[in-house]
Nanobody, 124 residues
Framework: QVQLVESGGGLVQVGGSLRLSCAAS????????AGWFRQAPGKEREFVAT????????YYTDSVKGRFTIDRDNTKNTLYLQMNSLKPEDTAVYYC?????????????????WGQGTQVTVSS
């Protein structure tokens, strides 16, 4: 059982930056591919970014390409999401997720473990 705890969310102005962190309880976090998803009020949860087990392959949804960066530090069992040039439409609860696989995935149904979420609000 992997427990994931997100942090780093908050209120930021348009154009600002935030760095989300996701701490995993599992020492073998390097055995898991991971991803970030988000859910805005009244909308379904959507894919944001994903990274493979060793951090060499990443994918992003089109709306965040060039602005967000996903990375991980397996020595610290931590996943990150650097978010720059934030827009009001980025406002959502952000969730990290992990799956016991080498390969990353854009599909939320492929993930087994989820964090509780952290709120990101971008004000104009």
């Amino acid at each position: 059982q992997v427990q994931l705890v997100e942090s780093g969310g908050g209120l930021v102005q348009v154009g600002g930056s935030l760095r989300l962190s996701c701490a995993a309880s599992e020492r073998t976090f390097s055995s898991y591919a991971a991803g970030w998803f988000r859910q805005a009020p009244g909308k379904e949860r959507e894919f944001v970014a994903t990274i493979n087990r060793i951090g060499t392959i990443t994918y992003y949804t089109d709306s965040v390409k060039g602005r967000f960066t996903i990375d991980r530090d397996n020595t610290k069992n931590t996943l990150y999401l650097q978010m720059n040039s934030l827009k009001p439409e980025d406002t959502a609860v952000y969730y990290c997720a992990a799956r016991p696989s080498y390969a990353s995935s854009r599909n939320s149904g492929d993930y087994v473990y989820w964090g509780q979420g952290t709120q990101v609000t971008v004000s104009s």
